[in-house]
């Protein structure tokens, strides 16, 4: 009988506690040194070539017949009532199939704060209504034809004003998400700043970054009877699924979403989109399947985006460095709606022993793109607030930075209490520095001035990096074995772009003892699949890895039964491996198949389940970064020279994906750090840089030299393969370290990102 | 974008009777018209394709007759021809420091010269501005980092052309035709202050076209060096950019030109910098004069005051880098 017991999980600073069903227990994790044969291997994607050579579908490549396009118009105001909508001259045009708006359509609540179509559109990009025709291009014509009334409603896009009494509101109920900050103490902040010797205290300030992933956010949806099949960009399926069902009231067992291939999300696709539910309308209303893929606009207005913050933080420390009191208090923009606001201070609460700590987080609606989730969310701005101030406080105190956060270093999960089941924080802070050479290239605070006349400046900077990342139950697979001696792997995740397939390869081959060839991986159906948690909070691998593996275990086990009964050895005497049995008893290796195909259809199905989590340790992530800068001190340009990471995610699975991983994080933190900001005009709301010219994502020619190191060590207690997630980790510090090396080169500290030319030609005091 | 019809020019004379018509536009690398045509600011019912004109896709170089360039060749064949490479380097390294490899291999000196600008109120549908017809310009009051510093009246856009700087420091010409025209006009005059009745960045008229570059012979002991300051290493337009071209006759400036890009409505020369250059002998402070001059007059907005001293840095950097 299935045991039921509530479980915490760490999502994104956040602890949830939830009911889960125990199953999967009872395989331990591998041992260290225990040599594997596909495990910690670097394995190329077994998905490489189809993606490669174009003949991976992502969901805009689906095609189905007599299919439609959706196209939608977004609101130009900021802030408006709908007066009326005439969709008549639209409807006219040739092509034409259906016009959907709140006047044609169920008022479907949407994002809590919102319905699917609102009569009241709250930034520049509310969806207003969708055109449903015969090609994209009629579509798009036929936007221009809707005429909308709209009663043009007061603005805010500033967080700080919008949380003025004057302020014009989003709701009435006010612009403050949840009507008042969310709150965090332990021990006594005020006694632990008057136990200070030194106290720093700035404010700081992050932009709003957009995801821009690859592909687009879209869906393609088809009804068949009552049925509903959506091909959709998301990176959860089941939720997905678990969405449309709600809004449109149709059984679960009546929705089947699907998502093959994928080319990125960053947190943006976490969710069930409007564009989804609409073309499950429209392909309800015409009888046709629909289309919509949003366009490189919409991507950069109504998708999400990592929220604006202005962070105020306050460090109090004894002479020796040892921390007395933690404050920080953040405004968060939200935007127009908000479903999981992020958790700014997260790295505050967590990255150090400090026994009096106070976060306040303020989440403020305005008249902007809703914020969502994009990659370690609010981790990133609060580990740039809180690492940057370390910096000044072990200036103020003379310490090396390292040397005061090893003095502040803790073995106990400071939320909690809990010990932390392995941190290798320690060790990245050790082998970065070495990797590095930080003690040679870092130029002590005093010796700066005098180098204030030289045109290039050198600084160097590090930061450190906490994060969940061990995954959660329920996740759920299946291993079948055929008769030719191939396996299959069923389960209901998605590779949303990270190597998961290939990373469940590996670990299928690892306990089966097949060939890795021998092995598919059928993931991206909730009809086919079963349920796996959605891929984001670094934990796909970690929540879906392990019962991938209690399947395959099992599959070999009544593997091993049968074959030792047909080819009369002892069980305990046999070995999978290479896909062939060994046995002192056998005069050769046979093959799997030679022994599945005496049994005709005979199939082995292996079932596994993600074990929970356990409950007398905290399992993190952490590591540690390291900057060396050059800036010109006469045009202000920062060229960021080279980047060393050492991150502990425990074991590693597969080194190639995982340099993927690392790589694109620190691109991505180092595009936040230097160039990208979205701009929203002040006087109309619009966004101005909603396109890749002036949204600036690093190039090639921007990235420096990265060295990383894993500490690759297995978190026994994490889970049966002692492996915890990297997607988001590397991200985090990599904005705190360049900002503390343009810091350390300066001289002088930029509090707000990105670093710009303007900022560093403002802090030389040349503008 | 709408639909339009697309017409073969099949050669410059139809061309340009077939521009005359309303609701036609010119299209060559496309690489600027298709940005504008997808974003719907624009919905000619026709365009008209030069890539057909087959004899505009020359480079031809004399030793006495200079640098002949037709308007199609594109920014990657001027970026890699080594005469020019060698006697022009400020206009290759103008053209290799513009856009992408991509955009370079299809994008034309024409289309380069004539190109509307990159500001976001501009491009963007949702604003009517002045340049486009309305009666203000948002940049003034809104978001400006990108605007002009110098120079700017009503639109406060800036051009930009990487090449048209270079070109202008190198005193090229362009030959125009068009209806009633066919003439031969200095690249620098092409250029005009938008005004009220010709809110345009060039000259041209309807139906006008520029068919070549010409580029003077260099002079003797002349070098050019053209610096770019950007958001990131590549794929941007310029925050400021300066092409300089210097005669040197020992420490003695003989000639100078310096012209900037990205800080007003057209390429600017800064005769103010070259007079104080010219006829002079090289010194450091003499370059930081010279730099000084060529932001006089300047009127940052809210936002771009940054530029006011990235110009007078590149112009020192490049006088600089020219004399030592």
């Known amino acids: ?767 | 974008m709408r639909s339009f019809e697309h017409v073969n020019a099949p050669d410059i004379k139809t061309a340009i009777a077939l521009l005359r018509e309303p609701a036609t536009e010119a299209i060559a690398g496309g690489t600027d018209l298709l940005g504008e045509l997808k974003a719907r600011l624009r919905s000619p019912r026709r365009l008209v394709n030069l890539k057909t004109l087959s004899n505009l896709r020359e480079i031809r170089y004399s030793p006495k007759a200079g640098l002949r360039l037709g308007a199609l060749v594109t920014l990657a064949e001027i970026e890699r021809h080594p005469i020019i490479r060698e006697r022009f380097s400020i206009l290759a390294q103008a053209a290799a420091s513009a856009a992408t490899p991509q955009l370079r291999n299809m994008g034309t000196l024409g289309g380069n010269l004539c190109q509307k600008p990159r500001c976001w109120y501009y491009r963007h549908r949702l604003f009517h501005c002045w340049l486009k017809g309305g009666d203000r310009c948002f940049a003034e009051d809104g978001e400006n980092k990108y605007h002009a510093i110098l120079g700017a009246d009503r639109c406060h856009a800036v051009h930009p052309s990487d090449l048209a700087p270079a070109l202008i420091a190198l005193e090229a010409t362009v030959r125009v035709v068009g209806p009633d025209l066919d003439g031969e006009i200095s690249l620098a005059e092409l250029y005009t202050k938008p005004t009220e009745s010709h809110r345009r960045m060039t000259m041209l008229g309807p139906g006008e076209l520029i068919i070549e570059v010409r580029v003077p012979p260099p002079k003797k002991n002349a070098r050019g060096v053209y610096l770019k300051a950007m958001e990131r290493g590549s794929w941007s337009f310029a925050l400021v950019s300066v092409a300089v071209q210097m005669s040197l006759e020992g420490k003695r400036i003989a000639d100078a030109r310096i012209v900037l890009g990205g800080v007003s409505t057209i390429p600017w020369r800064a005769k103010g910098s070259e007079s104080i250059l010219i006829g002079q002998e090289f010194s450091m402070e003499l370059a930081e004069r010279a730099a000084e001059a060529a932001i006089a007059g300047a009127q940052p907005l809210r936002d771009n005051a940054y530029k006011v001293s990235l110009a007078k840095s590149l112009v020192k950097e490049a006088v600089g880098s020219l004399a030592s």
């Open chain 1, 1 to 767: 009988m299935p045991k039921v017991i509530k479980t915490k999980t760490e999502f994104e600073g956040r602890v949830l506690e939830e009911y889960v069903v125990v199953e999967g227990e009872g395989l331990s994790a591998w041992d260290a040194h225990v040599p594997l044969q596909f495990v910690g291997k670097k394995t190329t994607r077994v998905d490489g070539p189809e993606r490669v050579t174009g003949k991976a579908l992502y969901t805009f490549d689906v095609q189905l017949p007599g299919m439609l396009y959706g196209k939608i118009l977004r609101s130009p105001h900021p802030h408006a009532r709908i007066k009326s909508i005439n969709t008549q001259r639209a409807e006219q045009l040739p092509g034409v199939r259906a016009v959907l708006s709140h006047q044609n359509t169920p008022k479907i609540s949407f994002r809590r704060q919102t319905f699917l179509f609102d009569e009241v559109v709250r930034y520049v990009g509310d969806e207003v209504a969708c055109v449903i025709a015969d090609d994209e291009e009629i579509a798009q014509d036929a936007l221009e034809l809707i005429e909308v009334e709209y009663e043009i409603l007061p603005f805010v896009l500033d967080p700080e004003e919008a949380l003025q009494p004057w302020a014009p509101r989003l709701y009435p109920d006010g612009n403050l998400l949840g009507g008042q900050p969310e709150l965090y103490q332990r021990g006594d902040i005020e006694r632990g700043f008057a136990q200070a010797d030194v106290i720093v205290e700035r404010t700081f300030r992050t932009q709003c970054a957009l995801h821009n992933c690859m592909e687009p956010h879209g869906s393609v949806a088809l009804w068949e009877g009552d049925s509903l099949t959506v091909w959709d960009s998301t990176q959860h399926i089941f939720g997905v699924r678990e969405g449309l069902a709600r809004l449109l009231g149709l059984p679960l067992h009546r929705v089947r979403v699907i998502k093959k291939y994928m080319g990125g999300g960053f947190g943006s696709k976490n969710n069930l989109g409007k564009y989804t539910v609409i073309a499950a309308l429209g392909a309800k209303m015409t009888g046709r399947p629909v289309k919509i893929v949003l366009d490189r606009h919409e991507e950069n207005l109504a998708t999400g985006n990592r929220p604006a913050s202005v962070q105020h933080v306050k460090i109090g420390a004894r002479r020796d460095g040892t921390l007395t009191a933690l404050e920080l208090k953040a405004i968060v923009t939200a935007g127009a709606y908000c479903l999981w606001p992020p958790s700014l201070g997260g790295p505050a609460r967590e990255l150090y022993a400090c026994s009096n700590v106070k976060t306040e987080q303020y989440t403020v609606f305005t008249n902007t793109g809703p914020l969502s989730a994009f990659r370690a969310p609010g981790y990133v701005e609060g580990t740039f607030a809180v690492e940057s101030l370390m910096d000044e406080l072990a200036q103020e105190l003379q310490m090396d930075p390292i040397e005061l956060r090893l003095k502040n270093y803790t073995e106990i999960d400071q939320t909690t209490g809990r010990p932390y089941s392995t941190k290798g924080l320690r060790e990245a802070y050790e082998r970065g520095a070495k990797l590095f050479g930080w003690h040679e290239a870092r130029t002590p605070p005093a010796a700066l001035l005098s180098r204030r006349h030289a045109p290039k400046l050198r600084g160097v900077g590090m930061a450190s990096q906490i994060w969940s990342g061990n995954g959660m139950p329920p996740a759920y697979a299946l291993v079948k074995l055929n008769p030719d001696g191939t396996a299959t792997v069923i389960t209901g995740t998605q590779d949303i772009g990270t190597g998961t397939k290939t990373v469940l390869a590996q670990i299928a081959a690892e306990e089966l003892g097949f060939p890795i060839e021998k092995i598919a991986i059928e993931i991206g159906d909730t009809q086919l699949g079963l349920y796996a948690p959605l891929s984001a909070g670094s934990m796909t691998v970690a929540s879906v890895g392990p019962a991938v593996r209690v399947a395959a275990h099992e599959a070999r086990q009544q593997l091993l039964d049968v074959a030792a009964q047909v080819l009369e050895v002892p069980r305990d005497s046999l070995t999978i491996a290479d896909g062939l049995f060994r046995s002192p008893a056998l005069q050769k290796p046979v093959a799997v198949h030679e022994v599945l195909k005496n049994l005709e259809n005979f199939m082995i199905i292996g079932r596994g389940a993600r074990e929970p989590n356990p409950e007398d340790v905290a399992v993190n992530t952490f590591g540690a970064q390291f900057a060396e800068v050059t800036v010109d001190v006469e045009t202000g340009e920062v060229k960021v020279e080279r980047i060393v990471a050492v991150h502990d995610s425990g074991r590693v699975i597969n080194p190639l994906t995982l340099s993927s991983q690392i790589e694109g994080g620190i691109i991505q933190g180092l595009g936040y750090a230097l160039y990208e900001q979205r701009v929203v005009d002040r006087n109309t709301g619009i966004v101005l840089n909603d396109n890749l010219e002036n949204y600036k994502l690093p190039t090639a020619l921007d990235i420096p030299e990265i060295v990383f190191e894993m500490i690759d060590r297995p978190d026994f207690r994490a889970n049966n393969l002692g492996a915890k997630g990297v997607g988001e980790p590397p991200i985090i510090p990599t904005a705190a370290a360049i900002a503390n090396a343009v810091a350390n080169a300066l001289g002088v500290r930029i509090y707000e990102l990105p670093i710009t030319r303007e900022k560093i030609l403002k802090a030389l005091g040349k503008v």
